[in-house]
């Protein structure tokens, strides 16, 4: 992936310096040529074209700030009302990332949602312990998380 971010440089500052043009269009259309470039040759390549990881990248954060965004008006509703109405608790969360980066990044981003908190992590690195602040099903939480941050971390790492 770095070498193809790398050649695509590369191809965007040639073609600058062929054109004598420094500006930043100049820039931008030697960046497309180059991307056309290394598309062109993605048969040569041994890892996929590097634009398909960062789309995950962006896909991952975009997902974050609708989680976050949607969890933080649950956490206000539940503050602002005369009555608190929750049931929190911890369950144990199964997951099937395997790479210590791969947790670290899930059990961040658990922690970073509002009304949930990564506890810790099994020795055999399969299971995260959550607490969460509503938990009316823990199935249905664990299919959540299973279905956005853990889907959403294995296209980034595994593409």
Not at 77 to 99: C, H, V
Not at 116 to 130: A, C, F, G, K, Q
Request: with cysteine; net charge negative; charged share 20%.
């Amino acid at each position: 992936m770095a070498i193809q971010i790398l050649l695509n440089l590369c191809v965007a500052l040639i073609w600058m310096f062929l054109n004598d043009d420094w500006s930043a269009a100049g820039l931008i259309v030697g960046y497309l040529i180059g991307l056309l470039f290394i598309a062109v040759s993605k048969s040569f390549w041994p890892q996929p074209f590097y634009l398909q990881r960062v789309w995950a990248v962006v896909k991952l954060l975009i997902l974050f700030l609708k989680e976050l965004f949607l969890s933080s008006f649950s956490v206000i509703r539940q503050i602002l009302r005369p009555k608190l109405d929750i049931r929190p608790g911890i369950f144990a969360f199964s997951t099937e990332l395997k790479s210590e980066w791969e947790i670290t990044l899930l059990s961040c981003l658990i922690c970073l949602t509002p009304g949930t908190l990564t506890l810790e992590v099994s020795r055999d690195e399969r299971t995260l312990y959550i607490h969460a602040m509503d938990i009316e099903d823990a199935e249905l939480l664990s299919e959540q998380i299973r279905g956005t941050f853990e889907k959403a971390i294995m296209e980034v790492t595994r593409t």
